[in-house]
């Protein structure tokens, strides 16, 4: 009997284990260089509270490798790699803040990483490595030059604006919860410079965060296509603004097989949708009358009859009971003043079985 019981408790634990999502990120930044070490450790900071908070929002565990200062080298990567243990639903993901080449005779399209002490460590052969890991959808992207010559100058660039509020919504399920395959990206074409500032980072960097916070926060539907075009459109304003038009474009690769969707009662209202209905509601800049009209129109369309609505104001860690849903859209009507935005908290949202919102949790920015 007992040896049943303790077949159970390891069968229990090896399914737990199999099916535990994470999600694990590999950054390495030459944070060190006397030329690109700040921008580099800007790029660190950034992109690893960016991995963070998709993680958090789509409720996998987070798991980061940095590599830095003495780590910073072949030897270094190699031996993080080789180490790394991958389930076959976790995602992976390799980012490069540094220096980056390419030569007369390299034959792929990718940089090579500048690593102390190697020459021939390519960002297409870090990839591959990783992909063989096994995880269901790996993920290289490197932020560095892929010219003939090392960047000697770096460019001013203003500081960028970056706010997202990271919940879980259609645009993180699509890129990362429902692809499967993998993503090579580098910030350069062949023969170009990656350009970058010391207090912002990296300039593509910061494009790909702009444009997940564009999609967050505004785009209906997305692939890792237009995700990845709109990120080097953005970077095509970033180097036309400072004069350096034509000089940096971004390079891709996307394979990727469908992944199986998740199985739902029915569709769910879009979270964009509601982003932007409740935030029409808040403004006060148009007529009182036509978004009294747009709030009759939808409020069923949105919401059960006996919807609730759990309220925050700026923070989400004070502990506010819900309030009825009717009063709360009216407060939003009357009032709109009071809010300067309005973000929709789905992953602490309560749906019914066709769709609609039971209970809505919203942060509001006063």
């Given at each position: 009997?007992?040896?049943?019981?303790?077949?159970?408790i390891i069968f229990c634990c090896f399914l737990?284990?199999?099916?535990?999502?994470?999600?694990?990120?590999?950054?390495?930044?030459?944070?060190?260089?006397?030329?690109?070490?700040?921008?580099?450790?800007?790029?660190?900071?950034?992109?690893?509270?960016?991995?963070?908070?998709?993680?958090?929002?789509?409720?996998?565990?987070?798991?980061?490798?940095?590599?830095?200062?003495?780590?910073?080298?072949?030897?270094?990567?190699?031996?993080?790699?080789?180490?790394?243990?991958?389930?076959?639903?976790?995602?992976?993901?390799?980012?490069?803040?540094?220096?980056?080449?390419?030569?007369?005779?390299?034959?792929?399209?990718?940089?090579?990483?500048?690593?102390?002490?190697?020459?021939?460590?390519t960002l297409e052969a870090i990839h591959k490595?990783?992909?063989?890991?096994?995880?269901?959808?790996?993920?290289?992207?490197?932020?560095?030059?892929?010219?003939?010559?090392?960047?000697?100058?770096?460019?001013?660039?203003?500081?960028?604006?970056?706010?997202?509020?990271?919940?879980?919504?259609?645009?993180?399920?699509?890129?990362?919860?429902?692809?499967?395959?993998?993503?090579?990206?580098?910030?350069?074409?062949?023969?170009?410079?990656?350009?970058?500032?010391t207090n912002t980072g990296g300039w593509y960097?910061?494009?790909?965060?702009?444009?997940?916070?564009?999609?967050?926060?505004?785009?209906?539907?997305?692939?890792?296509?237009?995700?990845?075009?709109?990120?080097?459109?953005?970077?095509?304003?970033?180097?036309?603004?400072?004069?350096?038009?034509?000089?940096?474009?971004?390079?891709?690769?996307?394979?990727?097989?469908?992944?199986?969707?998740?199985?739902?009662?029915?569709?769910?209202?879009?979270?964009?949708?509601?982003?932007?209905?409740?935030?029409?509601?808040?403004?006060?800049?148009?007529?009182?009358?036509?978004?009294?009209?747009?709030?009759?129109?939808?409020?069923?369309?949105?919401?059960?009859?006996?919807?609730?609505?759990?309220?925050?104001?700026?923070?989400?860690?004070?502990?506010?009971?819900?309030?009825?849903?009717?009063?709360?859209?009216?407060?939003?009507?009357?009032?709109?003043?009071?809010?300067?935005?309005?973000?929709?908290?789905?992953?602490?949202?309560?749906?019914?079985?066709?769709?609609?919102?039971?209970?809505?949790?919203?942060?509001?920015?006063?």
């Amino acid at each position: 009997m007992k040896v049943r019981y303790l077949l159970f408790i390891i069968f229990c634990c090896f399914l737990q284990k199999s099916v535990a999502q994470t999600f694990r990120v590999i950054i390495m930044a030459d944070v060190k260089d006397p030329k690109i070490g700040f921008s580099c450790t800007r790029d660190l900071a950034a992109m690893d509270s960016v991995f963070h908070k998709i993680a958090y929002s789509l409720d996998y565990q987070y798991k980061s490798i940095v590599i830095t200062n003495k780590n910073f080298s072949k030897v270094g990567l190699e031996k993080t790699i080789n180490e790394l243990t991958v389930e076959n639903q976790d995602v992976l993901v390799f980012y490069y803040s540094g220096h980056g080449f390419t030569s007369p005779t390299q034959i792929s399209e990718f940089p090579v990483l500048y690593l102390p002490d190697s020459e021939e460590t390519t960002l297409e052969a870090i990839h591959k490595k990783l992909k063989s890991k096994g995880a269901r959808l790996s993920i290289t992207l490197g932020d560095c030059c892929n010219n003939l010559m090392l960047a000697n100058q770096m460019p001013m660039v203003k500081p960028l604006q970056f706010r997202s509020i990271f919940v879980e919504n259609d645009i993180l399920r699509i890129l990362f919860k429902d692809s499967k395959g993998d993503i090579l990206i580098c910030s350069a074409k062949k023969g170009e410079r990656a350009l970058c500032h010391t207090n912002t980072g990296g300039w593509y960097s910061s494009a790909w965060q702009e444009a997940l916070s564009h999609a967050q926060n505004s785009n209906n539907t997305i692939t890792w296509e237009t995700f990845l075009q709109d990120a080097d459109r953005r970077l095509q304003d970033k180097v036309k603004f400072e004069n350096q038009a034509g000089k940096q474009h971004s390079n891709w690769r996307v394979v990727l097989t469908n992944a199986k969707p998740e199985n739902k009662t029915a569709a769910r209202v879009n979270f964009s949708d509601m982003n932007r209905f409740l935030n029409t509601l808040a403004d006060e800049s148009l007529d009182y009358t036509a978004r009294e009209k747009l709030l009759s129109q939808k409020r069923n369309l949105y919401f059960m009859p006996e919807a609730e609505a759990h309220e925050y104001v700026n923070i989400i860690d004070n502990n506010m009971s819900p309030v009825d849903l009717d009063l709360f859209l009216d407060k939003i009507l009357v009032n709109p003043s009071l809010i300067k935005q309005i973000n929709v908290v789905e992953k602490l949202s309560v749906f019914s079985k066709d769709g609609r919102y039971q209970q809505i949790t919203v942060q509001e920015i006063r």
